[in-house]
């Protein structure tokens, strides 16, 4: 039991309706079935997929997660080093046959390419040679399709609209903004280890602005949707709210940036219910 509690905690709970949200709600809002595909692919990207994105992360980034004081709770595992061999096992066995039955399942060629990319950038993120999280900007950007991806995936499952395209995009730029900003609590830990990252390069109080705008573009792009798109863009300025009470924040007191994260991810639920009160009305007047 304690072996599986390190496993579970290294997948990060909190995190996971981040990833199996997205594909739910997409799949849920275009086909418009409850079937095999939408059962097991929700559970995928609700369980697997986080553990062999932060599980493969913690044992990689060991030495520096060692050196960072956020770490060891919610906000990630320190994983004793007997237990990499089992998290490596674990992560890759139990998502294989979920990305098998997934590709198979693929309704367009392009949505077994979309799966294929994502599953790509969760593991390029953390391995070794590749580390997409020390190439700043990359990094961000990288960290930003873990949680749309899920998302493009199940849309491949009908036709894409313009619609579609401008939600994924102001998704991709709202993860982009939430990777930068918690960038920004680890700069003084990263760089005592040597890790690049887009916090380490701009700083702490260019990265919180561009986190800023970011958001901000995001809500722009919302109201083209209509009313409904207003909804959620008034929920997105609450993240510019959060980020920008450290909109003057200095390297040396980085870690305090921490407050805010913490914010963040009681906002992510409060996003996740206003954006569920929105899928709601769309899915009985739609």
Do not use: C
Not at 264 to 284: D, E, H, Q, R, S
């Amino acid at each position: 039991m304690t072996k599986i509690k390190y496993l579970l905690l290294a997948s990060r709970p909190i995190s996971w309706v981040n990833t199996a949200y997205p594909f739910a709600a997409g799949y849920l809002m275009t086909v418009r079935a409850v079937d095999p595909i939408l059962i097991i692919g929700t559970f995928f990207f609700l369980i697997p997929y986080n553990l062999l994105m932060y599980g493969i992360n913690d044992v990689f980034d060991y030495e520096s997660d060692m050196q960072n004081p956020r770490k060891g709770g919610i906000e990630g595992a320190q994983l004793a080093k007997s237990l990499h061999r089992l998290t490596l096992v674990a992560s890759i066995g139990l998502s294989v046959p979920f990305i098998i039955y997934l590709l198979a399942v693929s309704h367009q060629p392009v949505g077994g390419l979309v799966l294929a990319v994502d599953i790509f950038l969760v593991l390029a993120y953390s391995l070794p040679k590749l580390r997409f999280k020390e190439r700043p900007f990359i990094d961000s950007m990288t960290s930003a399709s873990h949680f749309v991806g899920p998302l493009v995936y199940a849309l491949t499952f009908t036709h894409f609209t313009v619609n579609y395209l401008i939600i994924v995009v102001a998704f991709f730029l709202w993860g982009m903004a939430s990777h930068a900003f918690g960038a920004v609590q680890d700069i003084i830990a990263d760089r005592k280890a040597g890790i690049g990252s887009i916090a380490t390069v701009i700083g702490a109080r260019y990265t919180v602005r561009l986190a800023a705008g970011l958001y901000l573009a995001s809500a722009i792009l919302l109201l083209t949707l209509g009313w409904l798109g207003l909804i959620i863009a008034l929920v997105e300025l609450l993240y510019v709210a959060n980020v920008s009470r450290f909109w003057n924040i200095d390297d040396k007191h980085a870690e305090i940036a921490n407050r805010g994260w913490r914010r963040f991810l009681l906002l992510n639920w409060i996003a996740g219910f206003m954006v569920t009160l929105v899928l709601i009305y769309l899915f009985k007047h739609g």
